[in-house]
């Protein structure tokens, strides 16, 4: 299934009964998790290279990019939300998976429409499934989000744009320990920040080829169905992303923190 899984974690927990009525095999789209850099960051945090890790944070934040603006993109019935259900559980789902079985304790989450209220008026230097756009159509879900997650594990903080009026797009990952850090591009490749035996500031970036992590997933999925295999994408295993969007869509509207 791609992502988003559903509009609703209700819903997704609705995919996997009937998984385990049918027996089938089911996998969710976070092809992220398939990416060599997300193992090899998971993999520092374990081994100690940041030490005792604090806090995540990323943020997806692009000038003017509203995708498909009046048409299902933009409305909540269809789309089950905005920029935090299309780009935002990408990012999310990843932290939660390099921290490794993090639990969920409380949630504080604002979301904003604000800046094609008037679509007819909306500039754009870009929009992705432009061919679904419709002027006329509805415009009722987030452009921005801005939150703050704890776990039992670190926080995390984050912000995510389709829009916005500042011209520096960034798309990143960071993990902040008290030993080291780490900053992963998304899609690509990471930098790690930590000190030397010696105890000088050592910067390292770690440059390798890249395989294609939709392929990756792909082959994983054709695995499980052929032997059995429990990926990284089984329904299980992304439920608690799931239930993390309820949450924070709770929060923004409620305007308060939630607990989980």
């Known amino acids: 299934c791609e992502k988003p899984d559903a509009m609703t974690a209700v819903q997704v927990e609705e995919m996997k009964a009937a998984r385990d009525r049918s027996g089938k095999t089911l996998l969710v789209m976070r092809n992220n998790r398939f990416l060599d850099a997300s193992d090899v960051v998971r993999s520092l945090i374990k081994e100690g290279k940041t030490g005792e890790l604090y806090t995540g944070r990323c943020g997806w934040i692009r000038r003017r990019g509203i995708p498909g603006a009046g048409g299902w993109f933009t409305t909540k019935a269809q789309s089950g939300g905005g920029v935090l259900i299309d780009w935002g559980v990408h990012f999310l789902d990843l932290i939660l998976y390099i921290l490794g079985g993090a639990k969920l304790k409380t949630v504080t989450c604002d979301a904003y429409s604000e800046m094609a209220k008037d679509m007819k008026a909306y500039k754009y230097n870009f929009m992705w499934a432009e061919e679904t756009k419709d002027l006329n159509g509805t415009n009722d879900v987030d452009d921005y989000i801005a939150g703050h997650i704890r776990t039992d594990k670190a926080s995390i903080s984050f912000n995510g744009a389709w829009a916005q ?67 990284k994408t089984h329904i299980e295993n992304i439920l608690e992303s799931a239930k993390l969007l309820d949450a924070l869509y709770q929060s923004a509207e409620k305007k308060e923190e939630i607990k989980l």
């Open 165 to 231: 009026n500042i011209a520096q797009d960034e798309m990143f990952i960071d993990f902040l320990g008290d030993k080291g850090g780490a900053r992963l591009s998304y899609g690509g490749h990471f930098t790690y920040y930590g000190t030397s035996e010696e105890g000088e500031l050592v910067t390292v970036n770690y440059n390798y080829n890249i395989p294609d992590h939709m392929l990756c997933e792909d082959r994983a999925f054709l695995d499980a169905i052929e032997n059995g295999t429990h990926t």
